[in-house]
């Protein structure tokens, strides 16, 4: 095993302030939607700009990643988000696979929700329909 | 065999249980893989509540298309900024050293029994082996629920729960190590600061190497923090952790290094603050500790942005100070120039500057830049005096926090 050691440079006492120091900082960012570290605004929360690019990107990533031909639609219900402080972004969406809508939870690592039909092996992608929750659609092929 | 990256594909997950933030959640029922390996996993158990704001969820692998229920993956949330409730717990939980009745602690303890019952059950009575998993306050549930069952975690910049474990698992804890091996495993970004707040007790935590000077959440955020080789493991693990010094001069120094002077003091305030046991004592304790914290942080940062304003204004003074040299050092080295030419002559020279009145004093209203000077130092003192009633509404707080904290008996 490495990188294990015992001790550092905190010591219990000071440690205990320190995070009540780090998580009232958390707290400050919670209640305005940001935090103060650093002498700057640091946004929890995306622009819708940067949701719909997002939305864009995992899109592609599960249609590749997925590679059914029976996938023909991927409609975001949400503009999507972090859903906890440090978590990875994603987003809801109903996906059509075989005329059959699946609720999925899109991120840009990891997507899931109801378990999808096994594409056939060595199957590839076929055009898909993207609806961005914004109501504009994209034709990906 | 599951990967440091599975661990971390699946702590991100559990994020999405929440109901308040996807809609439709992660359910029982749902299946997802993860990257690394391509192992897909079924969601078996999943559980959230919204007083305190605690969210967890259980998988099984799914091999050759069939759950395998011997082996279970029990993961947790952190804290979601937009729950009002999941600050308090991390406050309580974590700050704290709260794990009774009501608490995120209490909760994630009783999931993961449930979870294994529930794996046990379709699995023909035998309990499956239970390993845990969590980013952030997620990590310290995870840790502090493997420690009580006597289970391995996997965990990313999580507090090390040591100070909230029962002494029966600290024993097996200390055991266990010094039988040279590590049930608990805490990844934590050398410049993390949630994960580097807490003592590294028992050498759980394993620094993994961070790039200097990039955003604060960027070290915290799952997704930036770590990343991954071929294999699944984590890149950049043994490096030896950094000083609280080191950290916030890392943080600071990232967008503000001419404000380090007036950030540093400001945090240092704070931890100040937090070291009055009038307020240190009721962090965790009661609410309106809470929220004097809050409100002594946002202070402090807006004490610090007002601040900023005031050296810029002194800018604005300085330059103005400098008008007239630096008038006269352009007309001077102007006059040199022309000097230059051998049909000039240094009176003629003289002449044209006097007929055309570009001497400084012709061309500089110094009564003006008098007035501007003056007008910023009544914009610093006006700041100056903002700031302090800032700092006097704090300490107005901290007092009224005191009176409350004995009113109610909190402490």
Known sequence: MVGRRYGGANTPAATRLFVALVIACAIVGGQAGCSLIGGRTVSQDETTETNLANQRKVALIFWRDYANPALTNIRFTDEGNKPGFGAPWSANAVVTVGGQGFNEILGAEVWGGDPLPAPAHGSTVGPITVTYSDGTQELVQ | ?411
């Not at chain 2, 079924?42 to 091999?63: D, E, I, S």
């Not at chain 2, 993390?192 to 050498?203: A, H």
């Not at chain 2, 200097?212 to 950049?236: I, M, N, R």
């Not at chain 2, 001497?359 to 003192?381: C, F, K």
């Open chain 2, 1 to 411: 065999m599951t990967t440091a990256y599975d661990f971390k594909s699946i702590a991100g997950e559990v994020y999405a249980v929440d109901p308040l933030k996807k809609t439709p959640p992660l359910a029982a029922g749902a299946t997802f893989k993860a990257p690394a390996t391509g192992q897909e996993y079924l969601v078996v158990h999943t559980a959230t509540n919204p007083v305190n704001g605690f969210q967890g969820m259980a998988v099984v692998p799914v091999v050759n298309g069939v759950p395998d229920y011997s082996q279970m993956i029990v993961s947790y949330a952190g804290t979601n900024p937009d729950h009002r409730a999941d600050l308090i717990a991390d406050v309580v939980t974590v700050v704290g050293l709260k794990s009774g009745p009501g608490t995120q602690a209490a909760d994630a303890l009783s999931f993961a029994d449930q979870a294994r019952a529930k794996a046990a059950k379709r699995d023909g009575g035998v309990p499956p082996s239970v390993s845990t998993t969590g980013h952030s306050l997620g990590g310290y549930l995870a840790m502090l629920v493997a420690a009580e069952r006597r289970w391995q975690s996997t965990a990313f910049n999580g507090p090390v729960p040591w100070e909230d474990l029962s002494p029966e698992a600290k024993a097996w804890l200390k055991a266990e190590v010094e039988a040279g091996r590590f049930p608990l495993t805490d990844y934590v970004n050398e410049y993390d600061i949630v994960g580097n707040s807490v003592f590294n007790w028992l050498g759980t935590i394993v620094h993994v190497r961070g790039t200097p000077l990039k955003d604060v959440l960027s070290y915290h955020d799952l997704e930036d923090a770590f990343e991954f080789d071929g294999d699944g493991a984590v890149v950049g693990v043994g490096v030896p952790g950094r000083t609280d010094q080191e950290i916030l001069a890392n943080l600071m120094d990232k967008d503000a290094p001419a404000l380090s002077w007036l950030l540093v003091p400001a945090l240092a305030a704070t931890m100040n603050a937090l070291r009055d046991p009038a307020v240190g004592s009721t962090v965790g304790m009661l609410v309106s500790g809470l929220i004097v914290t809050v409100d002594t942080v946002a202070a402090m940062s807006m004490s610090s942005t007002v601040l900023g304003a005031a050296d810029s204004l002194r800018a604005i003074k300085s330059i103005n100070a400098g008008l007239e040299e630096q008038l006269q050092a352009g007309l001077t080295g102007a006059m040199s120039a022309v000097n230059l030419f051998p049909f000039v002559t240094e009176r003629d020279v003289l002449e044209c500057v006097e007929t055309h009145k570009l001497e400084v004093r012709h061309n500089l209203d110094l009564a003006a830049v008098a007035e501007v000077g003056r007008l910023v130092d009544d914009h610093i003192e006006t700041i100056f005096r903002l700031s302090a009633g800032i700092g006097q509404a704090v300490s107005h707080a901290i007092a009224q926090d005191r009176q409350w904290a004995q009113a109610y008996g909190g402490r």
